[in-house]
């Protein structure tokens, strides 16, 4: 199972072929964790990675979203992350939602992908990647 990266305690490094990263072309990167009962969260976060020229940027927005069933999903947070602006360096970023008095067994996390590469990209207007590794609940 590819996902099973995602919550194996090895970070991806700055290199995309590394085998940590799971990336996602033009399209947003949605995950659910059962955490078997229902639990105290306080955060929750993601692993990205951005080498704008391989065309990986940082997502533009995290949700997370939880339920107690796994089937109705509210929201439990929001966090921005920003606009793509030219960057060359390549670098990783933890991206993480505090969440106030939450209570869950089921959490869906969800990062936006850019979708394509901003207009002052070498690549304008190509399909966006979104790399994800290591989700963080606490």
Known sequence: DAFASLLDNLRGSNNYSDQCWLGFEEKNFEAV???QMVKDIRK???GCLQNQNAWIFFPGTLKILVSDDGQEFKPAGHLR???TIPD???KTGEFSVLLDATRARYIQIVAENTGRC???H???GGKAWLFVDEIVVE
């Open 33 to 35: 964790i059962d955490l």
């Open 44 to 46: 929750v976060g993601i």
């Open 81 to 83: 992350i920003g606009d």
């Open 88 to 90: 060359d360096e390549v």
């Open 118 to 120: 901003p207009d002052w």
């Open 122 to 124: 070498k690549g304008a």
